[in-house]
């Protein structure tokens, strides 16, 4: 858009709301590169039950060795950006527009929603993740979806702590309506930047943009170590000294992904419309 630099423009510039991330907190950093951008996770595996038997020199059942199942993920996100600010655009906003600002809104009104959404996709579409029947929230029903999430979770042997819904601002409204859902929560400021509005029977609640969940699902409950979400590089940079250009150039690169852990996939379940 050509800018009049015959107006006189305030200093303040108008800014779009921003959300701090939703799951920076929330997924799994215990995992180790192994390449470029392969990244393994050790998986703990565990033995069968038997009986003891009081002869011979195996009473306590056949040994076998435990090992130590390792999965390999490469990052499949590599993205950019950059845009430049003309010295006379600049100038002509009474400074206003100064690249350093203009790079921050950039991280916090696209990438991090960019990352948000990007993970509660790919948890959403995970192979073996538990998926209810698809139902249309009321009112009425709300809180009992929600509990057929938490109780399928307990089937399926995940912890209760740690366990974090992921809900779409329509679906957590049906929820404060429903009469029998009760919202435990003390709520600091940081809290709420991040979207996290408290507590329901030991889950942490957080509500995100409906644009960030695939389309038609409304829930998705996990377990925080069901979830790595790497970051191997992040640059931005602001260049003053561009070759044909009477400006300030600004450049970003994010190298990233997201995965879910395939002998835990289970701690996720998945809620859509009917």
Request: glycine share 6%.
């Given at each position: 858009m050509a800018i009049n630099y015959a107006e006189k423009y305030s200093p303040i510039v108008a800014?779009?709301?921003?959300?701090?991330?939703?799951?920076?907190?929330?997924?799994?950093?215990?995992?180790?590169?192994?390449?470029?951008?392969?990244?393994?996770?050790?998986?703990?595996?565990?033995?069968?039950?038997?009986?003891?038997?009081?002869a011979g020199s195996d009473r306590f059942g056949t040994l076998s060795e435990l090992?130590?199942?390792?999965?390999?993920?490469?990052?499949?996100?590599?993205?950019?950006?950059?845009?430049?600010?003309?010295?006379?655009?600049?100038?002509?906003?009474?400074?206003?527009?100064?690249?350093?600002?203009?790079?921050?809104?950039?991280?916090?009104?696209?990438?991090?929603?960019?990352?948000?959404?990007?993970?509660?996709?790919?948890?959403?579409?995970?192979?073996?993740?538990?998926?209810?029947?698809?139902?249309?929230?009321?009112?009425?029903?709300?809180?009992e979806i929600f509990l057929n999430g938490s109780a399928t979770l307990d089937d399926n042997k995940v912890p209760s702590v740690g366990r974090v819904a992921f809900v779409s601002p329509d679906y957590f409204k049906l929820l404060k309506q429903d009469s029998a859902f009760v919202l435990q929560s003390g709520r600091?400021?940081?809290?709420?930047?991040?979207?996290?509005m408290g507590e329901v029977d030991g889950v942490e609640v957080r509500m995100l943009p409906s644009s960030y969940f695939p389309a038609d699902t409304y829930l998705v409950m996990a377990h925080k170590d069901a979830v790595v979400a790497p970051v191997k590089l992040t640059t931005y940079r602001v260049l003053t000294d561009v070759q044909g250009i009477?400006?300030?150039?600004?450049?970003?690169?994010?190298?990233?992904?997201?995965?879910?852990?395939?002998n835990r996939a289970k701690a996720i379940y998945v809620q859509k419309k009917a």
């Amino acid at each position: 858009m050509a800018i009049n630099y015959a107006e006189k423009y305030s200093p303040i510039v108008a800014e779009a709301f921003k959300l701090q991330s939703k799951t920076a907190d929330f997924v799994n950093g215990k995992y180790d590169f192994i390449g470029v951008k392969t990244v393994a996770v050790y998986q703990g595996q565990t033995v069968a039950l038997g009986n003891y038997t009081i002869a011979g020199s195996d009473r306590f059942g056949t040994l076998s060795e435990l090992e130590l199942p390792k999965q390999e993920m490469t990052l499949t996100q590599d993205k950019a950006f950059t845009f430049v600010i003309d010295r006379m655009n600049y100038e002509g906003t009474n400074f206003a527009n100064e690249v350093g600002a203009r790079l921050k809104e950039e991280i916090d009104q696209v990438i991090i929603p960019e990352l948000d959404s990007y993970r509660i996709k790919t948890m959403a579409a995970a192979t073996g993740i538990t998926t209810g029947t698809a139902v249309a929230p009321t009112k009425t029903n709300a809180y009992e979806i929600f509990l057929n999430g938490s109780a399928t979770l307990d089937d399926n042997k995940v912890p209760s702590v740690g366990r974090v819904a992921f809900v779409s601002p329509d679906y957590f409204k049906l929820l404060k309506q429903d009469s029998a859902f009760v919202l435990q929560s003390g709520r600091t400021q940081e809290m709420l930047m991040k979207g996290i509005m408290g507590e329901v029977d030991g889950v942490e609640v957080r509500m995100l943009p409906s644009s960030y969940f695939p389309a038609d699902t409304y829930l998705v409950m996990a377990h925080k170590d069901a979830v790595v979400a790497p970051v191997k590089l992040t640059t931005y940079r602001v260049l003053t000294d561009v070759q044909g250009i009477d400006g300030a150039v600004a450049e970003g690169r994010i190298v990233h992904d997201c995965f879910v852990l395939s002998n835990r996939a289970k701690a996720i379940y998945v809620q859509k419309k009917a």
